[in-house]
């Protein structure tokens, strides 16, 4: 019977939860199959709003190259970090979150139990083998109560996570394509980055050696008002 070796195998979940801390939920293989379009998602969005190095308020430029969507984009230069309605770049506004980014970060962030979560940022960051993030804190959006929703995609990376002081020790932890991340509660203030990326094979259908997480923020007031 070799068909059954190719057979389905309910027993191996392709998705699955690992909880990290308080208030984190990793859901591994969260985009399943809808991996390819979610890419060309992003090649949407980066045709109207390109990857840049944006500059740190200390003057260095940053290994990881940064685009957004949504109503308000992350930026920071000389003056600091801050939110803002248009690209630099083009003057225009930020594109528009894809309906399919946006409803894969509004099912996870429900699964994690935040229901009702409306993302009104992404930034999207773009690794190249020896990019990195070095170890900080989100916390430019005003609404701290907000979850974080992040999506890995492309080359796996080595997460750091560690704790409310810069100095709490750090678990590393794989992201791999399609896993997403739930950081909400205590966690949303814990101090985290990303080791320099190693050179690998990209995954299927990725063609080039990068990785793309996209991080769905909610930067405005909640509308409780409707
Ligand atoms: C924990 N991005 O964009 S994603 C960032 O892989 C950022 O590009 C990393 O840190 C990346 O700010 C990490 C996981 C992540 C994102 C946001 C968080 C973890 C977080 C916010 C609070 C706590
Ligand atoms: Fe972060």
Not at 158 to 165: K, N
Request: include cysteine; aromatic fraction near 8%; charged fraction near 25%.
């Amino acid at each position: 019977m070799i068909r059954d070796l190719f057979a389905d195998d309910d027993s191996l979940p392709r998705q699955w939860q690992e909880p990290l801390a308080p208030g984190a939920l990793i859901l591994r293989g969260f985009a399943g199959d809808g991996v390819q379009s979610l890419l060309l998602d992003i090649r949407d969005v980066v045709s109207a709003a390109p990857f840049r190095h944006l500059v740190t308020p200390g003057g260095r430029s940053m290994s990881v190259a940064m685009t957004c969507c949504g109503e308000r984009g992350w930026f920071s230069d000389a003056r600091g970090y801050r939110y803002v309605t248009h690209d630099e770049l083009t003057g225009q506004r930020w594109p528009a979150i894809p309906v399919r980014l946006r409803d894969l970060a509004r099912r996870a962030a429900a699964g994690a139990g935040y229901d009702g979560f409306e993302p009104d940022s992404c930034l999207i960051n773009r690794y190249a083998p020896g990019s990195r993030l070095s170890l900080h804190q989100d916390k430019d959006e005003p609404d701290l109560t907000q979850p974080i929703v992040s999506l890995s995609l492309g080359l796996t990376a080595t997460f750091l996570f560690g704790g409310l002081r810069r100095d709490d020790a750090c678990r590393r932890v794989p992201l791999r394509q399609g896993d997403v991340v739930v950081w909400g509660g205590p966690s949303r203030l814990y101090y985290h980055g990303v080791l320099p990326l190693k050179d690998q094979a990209p995954p299927w259908p990725l063609r080039e050696s990068r990785r793309y997480n996209l991080t769905f923020r909610r930067v405005a007031p909640a509308r409780d008002d409707l």
